[in-house]
């Protein structure tokens, strides 16, 4: 008897031993596999992506965003520190996209391959947590690499990879991963410290762009699949809608951020010179219709993105036809998915995550005047994968006889790849396009019709290359497509000021006023204008009105200060220039002009600092005026 029992014993601990070293085994097995995927989705990123590191900045909020934005350039200090917090800039509050940018500036100066680099790294990250995101909740390692796969170099994408003023885009979306992946640990042990790793993350992406304020729906979506929280043990006969309530109370801090993130951006895009489009300009039953349509040119894209462009111009006369059409196929789509919830939960899920992720940018409340935008997508098409990376294997799946299904699923890794290489080849030929400016705009204008807003920043692109005359060919047509085109009558009217055809300059000004009076650009500049033909007392009107829409606009401080020190107004000129200088310490005229009116005032010592400050940042100082001023302050 004895002799049994420590015969069982031994067998046990052997047993156990395997065990052991079986699950060991199955452990490493999923770290190489882990290793390998993110060797694979960091290869294929790159290999599409790595050519934007020789990009150039592009004409197109990156000189508002980046090179010619005072508080990003002058790095990180306090000051820009808390301007990234607590002020909006250019119709926009996300605090950390700011703070990346600074930071890059720091690292990288202006050489916009660093820039570039950043972006691209982030998306990188972005495409290894979304697989493992994927893989955790699933445990489908083919549907998980090949979901993110497709994400990491979807020619959709490349804008938001390509572009670096949208590095908000990639900076929300590594914040939401980061969300997700503490509420899956949440959703296993919830607790409170858990719930609020998730809302801080939250609240990190929200702060980077305002995108994901239906983040808690998307939470919600996840409990339904593949977490399954509705319905899970005992409570599987217990009914759906009590369990909803239960997870819909559980996200209600989630929901109020959201509501405050939305307000926020209500109020710095109104407030932001016009980005909110008026309901006279764009009527509510217009922009149903156009988000109809773009619900349906966003999902075709995922199949077919052929005839991508930086913008879209926006169609003020859709056709009836189209939009019923668009709305049958999008409600087939959602019966269908609702249909087949029981099999197959994931259409279902990724339909919902498609439609909810686009509400905030499918243009019910417009911003700007694109009708659509391949950046809006960089999330969005997530659920859309999901439905066909899960749907195809299940699809194929249903072949009856066992041979022709052991072919067809035989062959699905060799056309999953073949579908990620095609990707990668559309979104190759797609980057290269983000080239430089011309090469970006050409090709918009290019696949596009009646493209005013191209045909502007094409313009500008040859204003930056001194080509004035194809810059004003390029503005009259996008005035011609857009009489309303604010950037294109300013810019237009900038040439003919520079051209001292200053009563077509001021045309131009005053129709670009009259679009947008709370331009504090237009009336700086109109004063400019009007300061060249002698209306000096005009021209402090505009520049004190440009004050008044903008008290940090350190050009109209300038032009102020100058006005007022040749009407030997020393003091308001002192003023004016000093805060020019405060706002832009870097700015070589404003140290020159103050030198002059510091010497006017008998401060020889502060007019030579102000000198060799001016000398310092490249400005010129005239010899007569040193020499003077030398004579003053000998040594």
């Given at each position: 008897?004895?002799?049994?029992?420590?015969?069982?014993?031994?067998?046990?601990?052997?047993?156990?031993?395997?065990?052991?070293?079986?699950?060991?085994?199955?452990?490493?097995?999923?770290?190489?596999?882990?290793?390998?995927?993110?060797?694979?989705?960091?290869?294929?990123?790159?290999?599409?992506?790595?050519?934007?590191?020789?990009?150039?900045?592009?004409?197109?909020?990156?000189?508002?965003?980046?090179?010619?934005?005072?508080?990003?350039?002058?790095?990180?200090?306090?000051?820009?520190?808390?301007?990234?917090?607590?002020?909006?800039?250019?119709?926009?509050?996300?605090?950390?996209?700011?703070?990346?940018?600074?930071?890059?500036?720091?690292?990288?100066?202006?050489?916009?391959?660093?820039?570039?680099?950043?972006?691209?790294?982030?998306?990188?990250?972005?495409?290894?947590?979304?697989?493992?995101?994927?893989?955790?909740?699933?445990?489908?390692?083919?549907?998980?690499?090949?979901?993110?796969?497709?994400?990491?170099?979807?020619?959709?994408?490349?804008?938001?990879?390509?572009?670096?003023?949208?590095?908000?885009?990639?900076?929300?979306?590594?914040?939401?991963?980061?969300?997700?992946?503490?509420?899956?640990?949440?959703?296993?042990?919830?607790?409170?410290?858990?719930?609020?790793?998730?809302?801080?993350?939250?609240?990190?992406?929200?702060?980077?762009?305002?995108?994901?304020?239906?983040?808690?729906?998307?939470?919600?979506?996840?409990?339904?699949?593949?977490?399954?929280?509705?319905?899970?043990?005992?409570?599987?006969?217990?009914a759906f809608i009590p369990s909803l309530k239960n997870l819909a109370a559980e996200k209600i801090p989630f929901f109020i951020l959201s509501v405050s993130s939305g307000i926020i951006a209500l109020l710095t895009?109104?407030?932001?010179?016009?980005?909110?489009?008026?309901?006279?300009?764009?009527?509510?039953?217009?922009?149903?219709?156009?988000?109809?349509?773009?619900?349906?040119?966003?999902?075709?894209?995922?199949?077919?993105p052929d005839g991508l462009s930086v913008h879209y111009p926006y169609t003020k006369t859709p056709e009836y036809i189209q939009v019923s059409g668009a709305l049958l196929i999008l409600v087939t789509i959602t019966?269908?998915?609702?249909?087949?919830?029981?099999?197959?939960?994931?259409?279902?899920?990724?339909?919902?995550?498609?439609?909810?992720?686009?509400?905030?940018?499918?243009?019910?409340?417009?911003?700007?005047?694109?009708?659509?935008?391949?950046?809006?997508?960089?999330?969005?098409?997530?659920?859309?994968?999901?439905?066909?990376?899960?749907?195809?294997?299940?699809?194929?799946?249903?072949?009856?006889?066992?041979?022709?299904?052991?072919?067809?699923?035989?062959?699905?890794?060799?056309?999953?790849?073949?579908?990620?290489?095609?990707?990668?080849?559309?979104?190759?030929?797609?980057?290269?396009?983000?080239?430089?400016?011309?090469?970006?705009?050409?090709?918009?204008?290019?696949?596009?019709?009646?493209?005013?807003?191209?045909?502007?920043?094409?313009?500008?692109?040859?204003?930056?290359?001194?080509?004035?005359?194809?810059?004003?060919?390029?503005?009259?047509?996008?005035?011609?497509?857009?009489?309303?085109?604010?950037?294109?009558?300013?810019?237009?009217?900038?040439?003919?000021?520079?051209?001292?055809?200053?009563?077509?300059?001021?045309?131009?000004?005053?129709?670009?006023?009259?679009?947008?009076?709370?331009?504090?650009?237009?009336?700086?500049?109109?004063?400019?204008?009007?300061?060249?033909?002698?209306?000096?007392?005009?021209?402090?009107?505009?520049?004190?009105?440009?004050?008044?829409?903008?008290?940090?606009?350190?050009?109209?401080?300038?032009?102020?200060?100058?006005?007022?020190?040749?009407?030997?107004?020393?003091?308001?000129?002192?003023?004016?220039?000093?805060?020019?200088?405060?706002?832009?310490?870097?700015?070589?005229?404003?140290?020159?002009?103050?030198?002059?009116?510091?010497?006017?005032?008998?401060?020889?010592?502060?007019?030579?600092?102000?000198?060799?400050?001016?000398?310092?940042?490249?400005?010129?100082?005239?010899?007569?005026?040193?020499?003077?001023?030398?004579?003053?302050?000998?040594?």
């Open positions: 008897m004895h002799e049994r029992n420590t015969l069982n014993s031994s067998q046990e601990r052997i047993s156990g031993a395997d065990e052991s070293t079986i699950l060991a085994v199955k452990k490493q097995l999923s770290r190489n596999k882990i290793l390998l995927a993110t060797i694979f989705l960091i290869v294929i990123t790159a290999g599409v992506f790595l050519q934007i590191t020789k990009h150039e900045f592009i004409l197109y909020d990156d000189n508002e965003y980046i090179t010619q934005n005072d508080h990003v350039l002058s790095g990180m200090t306090i000051a820009n520190l808390k301007w990234a917090l607590f002020h909006s800039y250019i119709s926009n509050w996300h605090p950390i996209t700011w703070l990346s940018h600074i930071v890059d500036i720091e690292i990288y100066g202006l050489n916009p391959g660093g820039h570039h680099l950043t972006s691209l790294i982030i998306h990188i990250i972005n495409a290894i947590l979304l697989f493992y995101l994927l893989i955790r909740i699933t445990q489908s390692w083919g549907k998980s690499i090949f979901v993110a796969a497709l994400f990491a170099i979807h020619p959709l994408h490349v804008e938001s990879v390509a572009w670096i003023s949208e590095r908000k885009d990639l900076l929300s979306f590594f914040f939401m991963l980061l969300a997700l992946l503490s509420y899956l640990s949440y959703a296993k042990r919830p607790g409170i410290r858990r719930y609020a790793v998730v809302l801080i993350f939250f609240v990190c992406g929200l702060m980077s762009k305002q995108m994901l304020m239906t983040f808690p729906i998307i939470l919600l979506i996840l409990d339904y699949w593949p977490l399954g929280r509705f319905r899970t043990g005992s409570e599987k006969k217990k895009q109104s407030h932001g010179g016009g980005a909110i489009g008026s309901i006279a300009n764009y009527p509510f039953l217009l922009r149903v219709q156009t988000a109809i349509l773009a619900y349906l040119k966003y999902a075709a894209k995922v199949f077919w019966v269908l998915s609702v249909i087949f919830r029981r099999k197959s939960p994931y259409l279902m899920a990724g339909w919902l995550w498609y439609i909810i992720m686009l509400v905030p940018v499918i243009g019910l409340i417009q911003i700007g005047q694109q009708s659509s935008a391949d950046r809006y997508t960089y999330i969005p098409i997530i659920g859309i994968l999901i439905m066909i990376g899960w749907g195809v294997p299940e699809l194929l799946n249903q072949f009856k006889r066992k041979h022709q299904k052991r072919i067809v699923m035989g062959m699905l890794p060799a056309l999953a790849m073949a579908v990620v290489t095609l990707s990668g080849i559309a979104a190759w030929r797609q980057t290269r396009y983000w080239k430089n400016s011309e090469m970006l705009f050409s090709h918009a204008l290019a696949v596009t019709k009646n493209n005013a807003v191209m045909h502007s920043k094409l313009a500008l692109c040859y204003m930056d290359q001194n080509r004035f005359e194809n810059a004003i060919g390029q503005y009259k047509e996008a005035i011609r497509i857009d009489p309303a085109s604010f950037e294109s009558h300013n810019n237009l009217a900038n040439i003919y000021n520079a051209q001292d055809r200053l009563a077509e300059a001021i045309d131009h000004y005053s129709a670009a006023i009259q679009i947008n009076p709370r331009s504090a650009e237009a009336h700086n500049n109109i004063g400019v204008a009007l300061n060249k033909q002698g209306r000096g007392q005009e021209a402090i009107a505009q520049y004190l009105e440009a004050l008044s829409l903008n008290e940090g606009y350190p050009e109209a401080h300038h032009n102020l200060a100058s006005i007022y020190g040749k009407m030997g107004r020393i003091e308001e000129a002192i003023f004016h220039d000093s805060q020019a200088i405060r706002l832009r310490p870097h700015y070589a005229e404003a140290h020159r002009n103050l030198a002059i009116s510091l010497y006017l005032k008998g401060d020889y010592q502060g007019a030579k600092d102000e000198v060799d400050l001016c000398i310092k940042n490249g400005g010129n100082v005239p010899a007569a005026f040193i020499e003077a001023l030398t004579k003053k302050t000998p040594r």
